[in-house]
């Protein structure tokens, strides 16, 4: 009786075991995607479980498998979840809930390759827009030229724009840039017909200008009235191409010497409100070398930046302004740097341009570069996290290192003049240069002094 007794107790346990293990199937009923884009290296192999995050609603779904699918094209393989990236350009790959098959999610894959000139137009329009003529991708410094087609009789193009920059139109729906050593973005706004406010007049601040070569970039700004005015500036150098170059934002230009020389830079809203100024660039000092460094490593859309493993790493990510001769001869050291930046969450999020990101809010970082001259000067641009920021400049092998007031052949650079990295800034290249001159030498360290990261989007090498 007894053993009859143990056994049904030892019956009822294991039932009552089984049963806690027992999980309940929890159906997704919604589906997203962290990034809607993702880039991947050309001929790299890849799993798109593995670079693909994606969310499912509610939070205690037990069914998140799904299949992965994509349209015949020539940019990737895909078998099972695997990509094989075989051209550049995008391609689209789909997630479909595999519970659920109303869930779908499309994802752009950008296959890139980090050693070419070759880079994306990435567009942002709204659909009552076509672009004709338009590819994906163009080697830098080639024309990139393509046609509006609006298909709203309703509406009218507002702006054209390239990374901010206003485009001006060839004729009423043509247009061309020249592209740059990066990623861009076209973007195209619409508006209502009826609703455009013309301009009635226009000055330009200042009216005259003197640039030097080699020294600091100047801005002229368009004073327009009414302020609110529907018509975009369109600037141009009606004389002297070959003396300025000019980067334009809306109602500002920057303008950049070249050589010595005369020329003009003209701003048009419309053919009875217009304006010119005056250029006149002279040579910079004798014996005075300057050569400047941009700095190319895009996010894109990724919120993680990327710390560079090898110097050879950041050395690649300098890019020689113009037909120089380069100074930069190698990267010696590196300790803490990313490729990019970001910050912020959801509305102010911001995602990096082409920058360089030193230390974190945790360690200092530096890089040390090797040169073959002996420089006693350097402008940095960029940004800044905190206005609090400091870093010290000038030679590795100074002592100064490891203690401050040795041989004094650095300096310790207070960054309140820089601006800090925010939404606005990085969207409308909001960036500022700082000026620092040093004992003279050619193994030069930059690094970050109290955890305040540091962003670099170019570097001027100076020797006076």
Request: with cysteine.
């Amino acid at each position: 009786m007894k053993a009859k007794q143990i056994f049904s107790l030892v019956s009822v346990f294991g039932v009552l075991l089984t049963g806690c293990h027992q999980t309940t199937q929890v159906l997704p009923t919604k589906m997203t995607v962290t990034s809607e884009e993702i880039k991947v290296i050309l001929n790299s192999e890849r799993d798109l479980n593995d670079i693909v995050t994606l969310k499912f609603e509610p939070k205690n779904t037990t069914e998140k498998n799904v299949t992965w699918s994509s349209e015949v094209n020539e940019i990737l393989t895909l078998q099972g979840s695997i990509i094989q990236a075989n051209k550049i350009g995008k391609a689209k790959v789909t997630a479909t809930s595999v519970a659920n098959k109303n869930l779908k999610k499309d994802v752009i894959i950008k296959v890139y390759d980090p050693n070419s000139n070759q880079y994306f137009v990435n567009v942002d329009k709204p659909e009552e827009v076509q672009l004709i003529g338009l590819q994906d991708t163009y080697l830098a410094g080639s024309l990139v030229s393509f046609s509006i087609q609006l298909n709203n009789p309703q509406k009218e193009i507002a702006n054209v724009f390239v990374n901010n920059l206003i485009l001006s139109s060839k004729n009423d729906m043509d247009y061309e840039f020249l592209m740059p050593f990066n990623d861009v973005t076209l973007c195209v706004t619409t508006q209502d017909k009826g609703t455009s406010i013309a301009a009635t007049s226009v000055q330009l601040n200042p009216s005259s200008l003197t640039l030097i070569v080699g020294n600091e970039d100047a801005t002229i700004h368009a004073i327009v009235e009414p302020s609110n005015t529907t018509e975009s500036a369109q600037w141009s150098i009606s004389e002297g191409n070959d003396v300025i170059r000019i980067q334009t934002l809306q109602n500002q230009v920057t303008v950049h010497a070249l050589k010595a020389g005369n020329a003009k830079i003209k701003v048009t809203y419309n053919s009875n409100v217009q304006a010119e100024c005056a250029v006149t660039v002279q040579s910079k000092n004798d014996g005075e070398l300057s050569v400047k460094y941009n700095i190319v490593y895009d996010l894109g859309t990724s919120k993680v930046a990327k710390k560079i493993d090898t110097p050879t790493e950041v050395f690649d990510t300098f890019q020689l302004v113009e037909d120089e001769n380069p100074i930069l001869s190698s990267i010696s050291q590196i300790e803490n740097i990313y490729g990019g930046g970001y910050g912020g969450r959801n509305d102010t999020a911001w995602y990096a341009g082409n920058m360089l990101k030193l230390g974190t809010t945790s360690v200092n970082g530096s890089l040390t570069l090797e040169l073959n001259t002996a420089i006693q000067r350097i402008k940095i641009t960029g940004y800044v996290s905190d206005k609090s920021s400091k870093i010290r400049v000038g030679n590795s092998l100074s002592t100064d290192w490891n203690e401050e007031t040795d041989d004094n052949t650095t300096v310790l650079v207070s960054c309140t003049d820089m601006e800090e990295a925010t939404k606005t800034t990085i969207e409308m290249q909001q960036t500022a240069t700082i000026t620092i001159d040093f004992a003279a030498t050619t193994s030069l360290k930059i690094a970050t002094t109290n955890k305040k990261p540091f962003y670099i989007t170019a570097i001027e090498f100076v020797t006076l």
